[in-house]
């Protein structure tokens, strides 16, 4: 008499479990799809290059010290160089960038 209701509470966890398991399958399915990756700006150059611009340029924070922004500026630019491929314009941009948060330059923008 105990095996019929053993065997029979056993399915009904087994359906309990398997209708869990499909309706958390289909919440998984519905979920937005989230980016997995670091958003980046998206955006062009402003015309006189601010120190926010150069901070997001250079991927560092606008209040950082001189030898955080010089490694950040040596990290774009190896990326960048004109001489491995990069652009002549983006270079440019990123050593306007370093000078602006180094507070070398008076904001008269690059030469292109």
């Known amino acids: 008499?105990?095996?019929p209701m053993v065997a029979g509470a056993a399915v009904a966890a087994a359906a309990i479990a398997?209708?869990?398991g499909i309706l958390a399958w289909q919440a998984f399915k519905a979920r937005p799809i989230v980016p997995r990756m670091r958003k980046f700006y998206e955006g062009g150059f402003q015309a006189a290059m601010t120190r926010r611009e150069?901070?997001?340029i250079?991927?560092?924070?606008?209040?950082?010290v001189a030898e955080k922004v010089k490694e950040a500026h040596r990290r774009?630019?190896?990326a960048n160089h004109p001489d491995a491929g990069g652009s002549h314009y983006l270079a440019s941009k990123i050593n306007e960038a370093k000078d602006?948060?180094?507070?070398?330059?008076?904001?008269s923008?690059?030469?292109f």
């Open 18 to 20: 398997g209708r869990y």
């Open 109 to 111: 923008g690059s030469a």
């Open 76 to 78: 774009v630019m190896v």
């Open 1 to 3: 008499m105990a095996t």
């Open 54 to 56: 150069a901070a997001l």
């Open 58 to 64: 250079l991927g560092v924070r606008e209040k950082v």
């Open 100 to 107: 602006i948060m180094l507070g070398k330059s008076n904001n």
